[in-house]
């Protein structure tokens, strides 16, 4: 799985400041925190300098609070000591949330991720016409009446 690092179980920032930013999980604990020396560092001011790890092993994905002030979240529910992740789990740490993916086991898309040839029935999305002037209207026969003001003096 390592050669092939699509296949590695991602991390997306789904909600606070660092929105749409991915992180692969390896094999090593990786700390997630807001010290710059972590290994995934998040800008949020409510998360410890080292709040959690992360970590895949041959029986899954754990992830593991460090004793952090604010805790950890999985699913809404507060983690003590070591959980394990599954597909779209929703990990919150301080004011971030992110999002589990596994391409293994996937039942979810990942967040700003698309896979394979675009469709053929998906049409994008064109820009609406601009309505046209009151003059171009009269020009085009559309009946509608200029008026100056001046005129009228």
């Known amino acids: ?82 959980v394990q992740l599954t597909d779209g789990d929703v990990i919150r740490l301080g004011r971030t949330d992110l999002r589990y993916f596994d391409p293994g086991v996937a039942r979810t898309d990942p967040v700003g991720m698309s896979f394979g040839l675009p469709r053929r029935d998906h049409r994008p999305t064109l820009p609406l016409p601009v309505p046209p002037t009151p003059r171009e209207a009269v020009e085009a026969g559309g009946g509608v009446w200029e008026v100056s003001v001046e005129a009228h003096r």
């Not at 050669?3 to 997306?12: G, I, N, R």
């Not at 041959?58 to 979240?73: I, R």
């Open 1 to 82: 799985m390592e050669e092939h690092p699509e296949l590695m179980p991602l991390l997306t920032v789904s909600g606070g400041a660092m929105r749409g930013l991915s992180f692969r999980v390896g094999r090593d604990p990786q700390v997630i925190g807001r010290a710059p020396t972590a290994d995934i560092v998040l800008a949020d001011p409510h998360l410890s300098r080292r709040h959690a790890t992360v970590q895949l092993t041959a029986d899954g994905t754990w992830l593991t609070d460090l004793g952090s002030t604010n805790g950890s979240w999985l699913n809404d529910e507060r983690v003590t000591g070591s």
